[in-house]
């Protein structure tokens, strides 16, 4: 048992616009992820973690970090 957690990957927060399919944002944020030690899964518009229920604070601070530097660095890479 555990926990799922799925994250909409939008391009513009207020209008919750989307990211065209051919930029392949999950993917690459999924891929960056991996890279940083972080294993999750995207469903297009999606990422999804899925911790397990036993997660301490200090592993899901890690997490949302790594998140936050995955997401942040290929952000940085997306044409406006």
């Known amino acids: 048992k555990g926990m799922l957690i799925g994250m909409d990957l939008v391009r513009d927060k207020e209008t919750r616009e989307k990211y065209p399919p051919d930029m392949r944002v ?36 890690r997490i949302v970090d790594t998140l936050d530097q995955a997401i942040g660095e290929i952000e940085g890479r997306l044409p406006d």
């Open 26 to 61: 999950g993917i690459q944020i999924r891929e960056r992820a991996w890279e940083l030690g972080l294993i999750c899964r995207d469903q297009r518009d999606v990422l999804v973690i899925a911790p397990p229920l036993v997660t301490t604070k200090e592993q899901c601070d």
